[in-house]
């Protein structure tokens, strides 16, 4: 079975699209080749573009463009507090809006990156925002000067007013900012010193939460354009299969059909008038799919593929230290286990859509992406346009998580079926079933952990073989060298600033045997970092269960050489009272990691009832994010991270069977709801100078602290999850 | 031609007799804060009040409904946004992404209504909504704020 080329063929992308969207891998090495401040476009009536990213109207109203998406992980808010603290505006008139793709295409990428994904909204364009706004405030104070004929070193900016000190003259920024937009923008922008913020870093309400408590947001599903049609698709359920035949005729009849038509080689569309009746008469059409290669993969089969690379002979190597073979050779005692983690769904709330016109001359796509560049490049590759003749705007997300951004199917989709009525805008929604079975899935993993230990009971050695699929092979496969992802050592590096271990283990050696199975990977909120944090945070608790330690203390002595990671474990312990017992009936359990440039700690108090019953209580979670944007906000990414996370280890798993997967509905892929959400009690500790991310890091510490919890409340050790596959009664 | 009462006005629309009533208010109406996250009735994206009552409209065909029956939807909630329910989200700066909350402030009005202080355990057996964002314990704590239940429990800060 040629695994591999099926799922990257699935996702071919053009030469293009890879450029812009590889960076979702590699954290931070993308910046290339943007302008930091571009020069302003051509001024428009009364509505001065001061730089790329600021405009101040008139009236005062300062709108910051922001590039990056807001999928509710309040990145926009984020980003534009950063913006405002440079510029010195009055942050009750900021505004906000998204420059469009095309728009960043025409102006040599002055607004740099759009890609939303890796946590990086904030750690990667923050120095480049920050010297926007900075740049608009010294070219406003200088327009100021100049109207006064004093030097600018006289004159202040404070909440939008410039005042010149020694004669107390003041100017509002909406009043000099046509002089400013025609000023040279400096070159030389010095940024503040984070303690003197007084807009970032603080707790700073959303900008965008009033249309949301009133249906007035509208998101990708909701758009409405004169004369559109809707359209619902199918795709062959089994990954690589294709359509054989189907019966256009059979529902051409059927009430507001307009056109059926196959989508590329394997998917066929409805449109019609409206979206229920394209759904209702495609669930009435019969197709014939041609199964192709993988009809008999399943669960299982894939199993036994990860198994084997267990401990196959070769293997790509990712963090090696010492000599582990002659540490396992020699050591009194060795413990091993074996773990894996399953398919995982993004489930974002609101199902993949897009909503497309074409014409021979050009494509225009509405879509709520997190990647605004990444769906210009795959619709005018769809669209058979250049992409100067194409445009995406971007429409606000129902969630992201990482299905929007890498792999932009359901856009292509979109512009293959408005190819097919050309002038007409066609609206193209995924039904639940069809998002389910069309992810772009949580790799599957499995993972063997051999401990080698001295007469003491120290750690002396650790290998660690994980096996199993990669997510830069299914999408980015330019990005392999050599055989190895180096994505897949996400929190296991020798070091970085991206997802560096936390512990000195003398002979380590932490490698994997790659093995694709024909199931589509995608970046999954948390990427590699979820299974990694399980795999060594619950066989580190496994290892001091072993040797007769306090999980805490082995982690403290393996941690000395690396201090922010046990600052952030220090920090739970000491909010949790891991010195004083815990109540009566709850246990706790602890995971540490570092991802996505934070430092993370967590640790969950839970019960376990005599019928099994777990119920989770208490969860301490402590951040290092560097920099701390906005405090209120980076508690809401912690309280989601474990939602998302917590859902996933109780109940999350996608299987396959005959070549798809089972889950389609929320019925058999259950979420947590509220009744199962337990207290979470955040802690941020920034500790300045680095800039991490936070929508994702925490999402890894929720399901191995738990399943600590879980060993010290039952002696029961999960080594595969869900949780809900596994009995909890006391023996 | 069918009709409906929602938010106080009597709509006329056309579709098929088996069309969910979240569809046709989606689609007939433009009334598109009413969400679509399942269609089975297991996320409660979809929440609107039929006489009072909070119902998940993408199992409800829509000619199970009479011109008698009054919907209201997330439209109709308020004029302005200023139901309780809809300022304690504000105030607690609830919403991540969004799509889950029309409806969640739905089911949480309709809770409010028919139980005005609400305990926690109250609101384990009747919010029963999906987010996948993960705002439940803001929605816990804006909830209690709404009934005016004084210092709530989960998180989420006034700011
Ligand atoms: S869309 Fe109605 S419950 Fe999910
Ligand atoms: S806020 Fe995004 S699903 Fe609830």
């Known amino acids: 079975m040629n695994a591999l080329a099926a799922s990257v063929s699935r996702t071919a992308i053009s030469r293009r699209g890879f450029i812009i969207t590889s960076s979702a891998a590699f954290g931070g090495l993308s910046l290339g080749f943007h302008i930091p401040f571009g020069q302003a476009a051509a001024q428009s009536g009364g509505m001065p573009e001061i730089n790329a990213w600021v405009v101040v109207k008139p009236d005062d109203t300062v709108v910051i463009r922001i590039a990056r998406s807001e999928m509710g992980q309040g990145t926009l808010t984020g980003l534009a507090q950063l913006v405002a603290e440079e510029l010195d505006c009055d942050w009750s008139k900021v505004t906000t809006e998204y420059p469009t793709p095309g728009q960043n295409l025409a102006r040599n990428r002055a607004w740099g990156n759009f890609s939303t994904g890796g ?75 984070p303690k003197d913020w007084t807009i970032a870093g603080k707790p700073l309400k959303r900008l965008d939460t009033a249309d949301k408590l009133t249906g007035k947001q509208v998101y990708g599903i909701d758009l409405q354009l004169p004369g559109m049609l809707n359209a619902a698709i199918r795709d062959c359920p089994v990954f690589g299969g294709k359509v054989k035949s189907f019966n256009a005729a059979s529902i051409a009849s059927r009430p507001g059909v307009k056109k059926v038509v196959q989508v590329g080689d394997s998917a066929v569309a409805v449109i019609a008038d409206t979206w229920w009746r394209a759904k209702s008469a495609l669930d009435a059409l019969e197709i014939e799919w041609d199964e192709g290669p993988n009809a008999n993969v399943s669960s299982a089969s894939i199993a036994e593929m990860l198994k084997e690379g267990l401990d196959a002979r070769e293997a790509a190597v990712g963090n090696r230290q010492g000599d582990v073979e002659m540490a396992l050779k020699s050591a009194a005692r060795t413990i091993t286990a074996t773990y894996s983690y399953p398919y995982q ?103 063997k952990l051999t401990a080698a230990l001295d007469d003491k009971g120290e750690l002396t050695g650790l290998h660690m073989r994980i096996s199993g699929q990669s997510i830069l092979a299914g999408i980015f496969p330019q990005n392999i060298r050599n055989g190895l992802d180096p994505v897949v050592f996400q929190g296991l590096n020798a070091g970085g600033a991206e997802a560096a271990i936390g512990y000195t283990i003398p002979n380590l050696l932490i490698d994997h045997a790659m093995r694709n199975p024909p199931v589509p990977p995608g970046f999954w909120r948390g990427v590699n970092l979820n299974h990694n944090t399980i795999y060594l945070e619950c066989f580190l608790d ?39 017992p815990a109540p009566q009936g709850i246990y706790r359990g602890l995971a540490q ?30 951040t290092d994010p560097g920099h701390a944007v906005n405090p209120q906000q980076i508690e809401a990414q912690v309280e989601g991270s474990f939602v998302y996370g917590l859902t996933a280890a109780l109940y999350g798993e996608c299987t396959v069977a005959n070549g798809r997967i089972e889950q ?68 | 031609m069918p009709k409906l009462n929602v938010n106080g006005v009597i709509r006329e629309f056309e579709a098929e007799e088996d069309t969910p009533l ?31 009552q909070p119902m998940r409209s993408c199992v409800m065909p829509v000619s199970a409904f009479t011109e008698d029956q009054k919907i209201v939807t997330i439209e109709g909630l308020s004029p302005d946004g ?26 949480a009005a309709a809770l409010l209504q028919q139980n005005p202080k609400p305990s926690d355990a109250d609101i384990d057996a009747e919010i029963t909504n999906i987010c996948r964002c993960g705002t439940y314990n803001r929605v816990r704590a804006a909830i209690h704020e709404a009934a005016g239940n004084g210092a709530a429990n989960g998180s989420g800060r006034r700011t």
Request: proline share 6%; hydrophobic share 40%.
């Open chain 1, 119 to 193: 946590s990086r909204g904030i750690r990667e364009s923050h120095d480049y925002v920050r010297k926007g706004g900075g740049a608009a405030r010294i070219m406003l104070v200088q327009a100021a000067a100049q109207q006064w004929n004093v030097p600018a070193s006289e004159c202040r900016a404070e909440k939008s007013v410039i005042t010149h000190v020694p004669s107390g003259r003041k100017v509002t920024y909406g009043q000099v900012a046509e002089a400013a937009a025609k000023i040279a923008p400096p070159t030389d922008v010095p940024l503040k010193d």
């Open chain 1, 345 to 447: 769904n993004h489930a974002t709330m609101e199902p993949m859509n897009a909503t497309a016109k074409w014409t021979p001359e050009r494509c225009e796509v509405w879509t709520p992406t997190q990647n605004g560049e990444a769906a210009l490049a795959a619709a005018a590759e769809a669209a058979g346009l250049p992409a100067t003749q194409c445009e995406v705007y971007k429409i606000h997300l129902g969630g992201g998580f990482g299905r929007r951004g890498a792999v932009h199917d359901w856009v292509r989709q979109a512009v293959l079926i408005a190819k097919e009525m050309p002038g007409t805008p066609v609206k193209l929604i995924w039904s639940r079933e069809e998002d389910m079975l069309h992810g772009r899935y949580h790799p599957v993993t499995q993972c």
């Open chain 1, 542 to 580: 496994e290892v001091a269960h072993a040797t007769g330690k306090d999980p805490l203390e082995l982690r403290r002595k393996l941690m000395a050489n690396h201090p922010k990671h046990l600052a952030v474990l220090n920090a739970v312990a000491e909010k949790v009272g891991w010195d004083k």
């Open chain 1, 593 to 622: 990691c570092m991802g996505f440039g934070s430092y993370v700690a967590a640790c969950a108090e839970v019960s376990v009832a005599p019928d099994g019953k777990l119920k989770i209580h208490r969860i301490v979670a402590a």
């Open chain 1, 664 to 731: 389609e509905n929320f019925d058999t892929y259950p979420m947590m709801r509220i009744d199962e959400m337990p207290k979470v009690e955040t802690v941020i500790v920034p500790s300045g100078g680095f800039w991490g991310g936070v929508g994702e890091p925490t999402i890894a510490v929720a399901a191995p602290a738990v399943l600590n919890a879980i060993f010290a409340a039952t002696g029961k050790r999960i080594r595969d999850l869900p949780l809900k596959k596994h009995d909890l009664r006391q023996a």
């Open chain 2, 22 to 52: 979240l569809w046709v208010l989606r689609e007939q109406l433009q009334l598109t804060g009413t969400k679509y996250g399942c269609g089975i009735a297991q996320c409660g994206a979809c929440t609107v009040h039929v006489d009072g």
């Open chain 2, 82 to 107: 200023s139901h309780p329910v809809q300022k304690a989200w504000l105030a607690l700066d609830v919403p991540q992404c969004g799509y889950c909350q029309t409806g969640m402030i739905m089911a």
